[in-house]
């Protein structure tokens, strides 16, 4: 916003305003330099480049090796009547590339398969390839092409009223992953030298009305521990009773009044609502624990990704400088207070996660030395992540993160589609709800995802979908049945799905619904952009819509 | 053709046979126009007040940068007719309040559909809708948050039988001008300085020291009145307003400076009883700030700026805004908007000087443009997975299916239950809802003997119940007359206090508005002094409403509806939290999470509680506005 900025880069900060408040100006930037190959230009392909090149992707290059139909004009909005016939590919980049002149646009005319077989290479130049309309054998290629090179894959179909969603990547790291509730991280059972310094300096008995009132619940808290902490043997308060009683203890702390009336004291008030929330714990949660066992994390080579270089760097602090605690975050949550001191508060714990910051960065350059990446002569002049070298900026960014890093190694598509390593355990589950329940408002979709793996079986044997040909939709549905028995068959499972369901899919004929492809174009786009900014944490691994419903689920499989 | 399969050949007739109402062009609008054509709808209206802005292109894709400023409607539709001309489309570019978009229009539709983004005109909407006795389908995106409620007269909720959380949080007028604490206070303040300047002067944006403080009681008169005195010496300035002042001086940037943050400071610094449980404020000179030997130079939105800097912004600015001003004519005035470079760039000056001066955090422009532009963040993705959510459910609507209906609310992340979309069933209406009961009641507290009938017409009736053009009665037998909406006929009545009439306890007003088709009856319950300087409060519900009772603070927060109304622009902060009940879900489990004591600014803060919703808020793209 500043006016010193000069004509590109301003629009674009005000172009991009609303959505740099999500996941700011790096989450932006890893935005504008991902490729983005999209499979097949079909109205939910479509939508979902619409979603990833208004918000800023670097570019896109569309591999569709059709020509535009009547049909696709029909849920397609960037198709017109007079593009039938044109090549899919080609029109339907043009008109996208009109949403955003700062992405950069690309096609290829050109047949999946025979692009699979001649020049696998081609996929592996992309940040992250979204494949749609594509028949099972063709996915299952594509899905080992990318999974050896460890670039994620989004499968994303429209069938009726059915969205369907696949995440396949092998290994997704993530540093910022926002989780939704978390505790602060305060320290109070295990106070660091500057908060105790800090809090010893305060002498609640002598402050004037005014100062005791607006003194931090946070001090008040840890004033009160060591009173408690006194009478207990040195224990803080565990269960429901003792909370309770520690309330109490502060709830006498107020100030009363020469009528021996208590006075309103909001930080107490606040104290006494934060003893649920603050007075857990410290400890490692043991999903980073579990990090510290990862074999990426003991094995560290010249290759090895910056994050667990980091977590590596991590793991040594833990056992060394960080006495068995991981750097701390460094933020206090608002607070009743003055501000003088709520600021002094605040530098407290900043300066106290700066020193350990820097100690988990002297791990990390050592590591780097070991493995024969040496830093630049110069940390400091570099800001960002360079090939080799980590910068000081992304170990903060990595420390202040460090309790809700997220490691996500999805399933193969392979393991899903052979019959041996099929999760079929969880969809034995769900096709015995089926049977028990009727098809009740409850109902589970995960029936959905079997019908539309039947549908696939369908095709193979077919070389069409059910239902494709007005004509054909009755003679269909017991052949979509024989599919969807062999189906479960082959899993080893015995229970059925009701016919309601197959005659329905009958019906579909395989049809896109615009309004479907809308809401799935938006479900996986995002999902694109949290593998791409590696910002929050994408699904694991598959999304299942109902549009008839309004219901979702999501299952590993 | 496929589309005959998955919908039926007989439905996709009724398709081509509705007469569809989009009210709002904006995020969620333009993704539903798309959808609304593709589904096969052939026969739509679009109405919006707005023009494009830049900001709207990350998400809004049938606006390119070379239609910035123009109609959104007009627009939206020539975008989407050029991909599909088979479409009819009428787009108004115009407000949704105006008359001529009365109940008969509204009856002209089969369904009316909302991509909003506030409550104003979602109200309005929602009571017209009630009026003409026409489905409605309601929306609204916060980042990753969306929901979609279907709406029908007598078989379910309306959009207002259930309270909304107070749209905007509003601060002690003394809090603003004598004692901030928090960045917010600064910049609710500069917000205000910049009308005082150079937008409509409102007396309630008074920015100069406010001597009755209530915290300057008894002993604290006199030297009040010894600072008032002294006032006059220090500015010799009182008698005149803030802006006629500031033309005097040609809007030189050190006389204002020094008046607003030395000379105002040092008289706030005589009301010694203010400062003596807070730390004083520190006057500031123009030519000796802090960060003047810095050599810094700041550029991205998101570093904040020193002190010296603010100056040479303020100073900047001023003299841009000057000019501005001159080419509006002799009585021209400036609109603030957060996406105008010097009215954005003077607020954030003008709020960090003052926080300097009280020892508040400063903050970077980024952060400060979330504040005062009360920024909603918002995505293409949300958009086009509700804008998919309010296709399906208006086609159940249409196909006779509205018990099959739901309520759907998306979740950032899937939930305990591994759901990213919560469908819940649609809730009867409320039978004491003040908007669709069959005689809608409510109840204002207030003293009647402070609140004139303008405070009864513009801020309750107007600003808070929503109604656009009222006539009130008291029901007292005689039938008299206090508000017309006929223009001119009670003007005469506007400064007197509603105690002059010979309004008590427990009167009754029957207050109509014509264009809404709206009538409800306010009962009056007379309390002396309403808790944390509430001007009045409304209650939904008779029996939760104690009328003798001096405000105390669990029967305030008790009322469903309470919140002084005074500040209903769409300035004054916050987002409005959303009313996202995602009913499915179990009670949150562990602690309950506060809410802070500073403004959040990021919608997405996880100190909510999981029970979030989107509603309104004041982002003035997509919206229809109160003209």
């Known amino acids: ?557 | 053709m496929a589309l005959n399969g998955a919908l039926g050949k007989q439905n996709v007739n009724t398709l081509n046979k509705c007469k569809i109402l989009m009210v709002g062009a904006g995020g969620i609008g333009c993704e539903l126009l798309k959808n609304l054509v593709l589904t096969g709808f052939t026969d739509i209206q679009l109405i919006d007040l707005d023009t494009i802005d830049v900001s709207n292109l990350n998400r809004q894709f049938l606006f390119r940068k070379e239609h910035v400023g123009k109609s959104k409607a007009q627009v939206a539709k020539e975008s989407a007719l050029k991909f599909n001309p088979n479409a009819s489309i009428v787009a108004h570019h115009d407000s949704i309040f105006n008359s001529e978009f009365g109940v008969d229009f509204f009856k002209s539709f089969t369904v009316v559909l909302n991509a909003l983004d506030n409550r104003a005109a979602r109200n309005h909407v929602n009571r017209m809708c009630l009026a003409a006795d026409i489905p409605l389908v309601e929306s609204g995106t916060a980042g990753y948050l969306g929901q979609v409620n279907p709406i029908k007269k007598g078989l379910t909720e309306c959009y207002e039988c259930q309270p909304k959380p107070s749209a905007q949080k509003s601060f002690p007028g003394c809090t603003i001008r004598n004692t901030p604490s928090e960045p917010i206070h600064c910049v609710v303040w500069a917000k205000h300085l910049f009308n005082q300047l150079f937008g409509e002067e409102d007396p309630d944006e008074d920015v100069s020291p406010d001597t009755e403080d209530p915290e300057l009681t008894a002993d604290a008169g006199k030297s009040a009145l010894d600072s008032e005195a002294k006032k006059d010496a220090i500015g010799g300035i009182e008698r005149k307003s803030t802006r006629a002042w500031a033309v005097e001086t040609g809007y030189n940037a050190e006389k204002l400076f020094n008046k607003l943050f030395r000379d105002d400071i040092k008289y706030l610094l005589s009301m010694e009883t203010l400062w003596k449980e807070r730390r004083p404020p520190q006057a500031l000179d123009f030519h000796d700030l802090p960060g003047k030997d810095l050599q810094s130079a700041s550029t991205r939105s998101t570093d904040v700026w020193t002190v010296q800097e603010c100056g040479d912004h303020f100073t900047r600015c001023l003299t841009a805004l000057k000019e501005d001003l001159a080419k509006r004519g002799e009585d021209g005035m400036l609109v603030w908007d957060k996406d105008d470079h010097h009215a954005m760039d003077f607020v954030t000056s003008v709020a960090n000087i003052r926080a300097h001066i009280f020892g508040i955090p400063l903050k970077s422009g980024f952060e400060i443009k979330s504040m005062a532009g009360n920024i909603i963040p918002a995505i293409a993705t949300t958009n086009a997975i509700i804008a998919g959510a309010i296709v399906l459910e208006t086609l159940k609507i249409l196909f006779g299916k509205i018990d099959k209906c739901k309520q759907v609310y998306l979740n950032r992340v899937p939930n305990d239950r591994k759901r990213l979309l919560v469908p819940c069933a649609l809730d009867p209406p409320n039978p004491k809802c003040y908007v669709c009961s069959s005689k809608p009641e409510c109840v204002a507290r207030f003293n009647t003997s402070k609140i004139t009938v303008k405070t009864l017409q513009d801020k309750i009736l107007k600003g808070h119940l929503n109604m656009i053009a009222p006539d009130v009665e008291i029901d007292d037998g005689k039938g008299t007359i206090l508000i017309s909406s006929e223009e001119g006929e009670t003007e005469d009545n506007e400064d007197k206090y509603l105690s002059d009439f010979g309004v008590v306890n427990n009167t009754r007003l029957k207050c109509d508005d014509f264009l809404q088709n709206y009538s409800l009856v306010v009962t009056v319950a007379h309390v002396e002094k309403l808790d944390g300087e509430l001007e009045f409060e409304i209650v939904g519900d008779l029996s939760q409403c104690h009328p003798e009772e001096d405000g105390d603070s669990s029967a305030a927060s008790g009322a469903p509806a309470a919140g002084k109304a005074a500040d209903d622009e769409d300035d004054l902060i916050v987002m409005e939290d959303l009313e996202l009940e995602d009913k499915e879900m179990e009670q949150s489990q562990g602690e309950s999470v506060e809410s802070r004591k500073r403004p959040a600014e990021d919608v997405e803060s996880p100190a909510k509680s999981k029970r979030k919703a989107v509603a309104a808020a004041g982002d003035s793209e997509d919206l229809i506005e109160i003209s």
């Open chain 1, 1 to 557: 916003m500043a006016t010193q900025r000069k004509g590109g880069t301003l629009d674009k900060n005000n172009k991009y305003d609303r959505q740099l408040r999500l996941w700011g100006d790096h989450g932006q930037s890893s935005l504008e330099t991902a490729r983005v190959c999209l499979i097949n230009a079909s109205a939910t392909g479509t939508e979902i480049l619409k979603n990833l090149i208004l918000p800023g992707i670097g570019s896109f290059t569309i591999l569709d090796g059709n020509k535009v139909q009547g049909e696709d004009v029909g849920n397609n909005f960037f198709l017109m009547a007079d593009s039938i016939g044109k090549s899919r590919a080609q029109v339907t980049t043009e008109l996208l590339s009109e949403l955003n002149e700062d992405v950069s646009g690309d096609f290829l005319e050109e047949n999946v398969d025979d692009l699979l077989q001649k020049n696998p290479a081609f996929f592996t130049s992309f940040t992250t390839v979204i494949a749609t309309q594509l028949p099972e054998r063709t996915l299952l290629n594509l899905g080992k092409v990318l999974w050896s090179v460890n670039i994620p894959l989004l499968v994303c179909r429209c069938y009726g009223f059915i969205g369907y969603l696949r995440v396949v990547i092998k290994e997704h790291t993530i540093i910022e992953s926002h989780p939704d509730n978390f505790h602060e991280d305060l320290r109070l059972d295990y106070p660091f030298k500057g908060l105790k310094d800090f809090c010893d300096s305060l002498n609640l008995e002598a402050m004037d009305k005014k100062d005791h009132s607006h003194t931090p619940w946070l001090v008040l808290l840890y004033k009160y521990l060591q009173v408690w902490e006194e009478q207990h043997g040195g224990k803080m308060p565990k269960n429901f009773k003792e909370k309770n009683a520690f309330k109490e203890l502060i709830r006498q702390g107020v100030r009363k009044n020469e009528h021996g009336v208590p006075e309103d004291e909001e930080n107490f008030d606040e104290a006494i609502k934060s003893v649920n929330s603050s007075l857990h714990s410290t400890a490692i949660p043991s999903e980073i624990k579990s990090l510290f066992e990862d074999p990426a994390c003991l094995k560290l080579n010249s290759e090895s990704k910056n994050f667990w270089i980091m977590v590596r760097a991590l793991k040594e602090f833990t056992e060394t400088d960080g006495n068995g605690f991981l750097p701390l975050r460094g933020s206090i949550p608002d607070m009743t207070a003055d501000s003088e001191r709520y600021i002094q508060l605040q530098t407290v714990y900043r300066e106290q996660a700066e020193l350990d910051s820097v100690a988990v960065a002297g791990h990390v350059h050592a590591l780097l030395h070991n493995i024969g990446r040496d830093e630049p002569l110069n940390p400091h002049t570099v800001r960002d992540s360079q090939e080799g070298s980590i910068s000081d900026s992304e170990i903060k960014t990595f420390c202040r993160n460090s309790a809700f890093l997220t490691v996500l190694r999805t399933r193969s598509l392979e393991e899903e589609y052979s019959a041996e390593t099929a999760n079929t355990e969880e969809l034995g589950r769900h096709v015995m709800m089926e049977e028990e329940e009727d098809a009740s408002d409850e109902g589970d979709d995960t029936v959905l995802y079997i019908l539309l793996r039947a549908v696939d079986r369908f095709f193979t044997e077919y070389t069409r979908y059910p239902g494709y040909f007005n004509n054909t939709v009755e003679a269909d549905i017991p052949k979509l049945k024989a599919c969807l028995t062999k189906l479960i068959h082959d899993w080893g499972l015995t229970a059925g799905i009701k016919d309601d369901y197959i005659q329905e899919m009958c019906r579909y004929g395989a049809s896109e619904l615009h309004t479907v492809s809308a809401f799935m174009g938006g479900v996986a786009a995002q999902e694109v952009i949290k593998l791409v900014t590696g910002q929050f944490v994408p699904i694991n691994n598959t999304f299942i819509y109902n549009g008839q419903r309004q219901t979702s689920t999501t299952i590993k499989l």
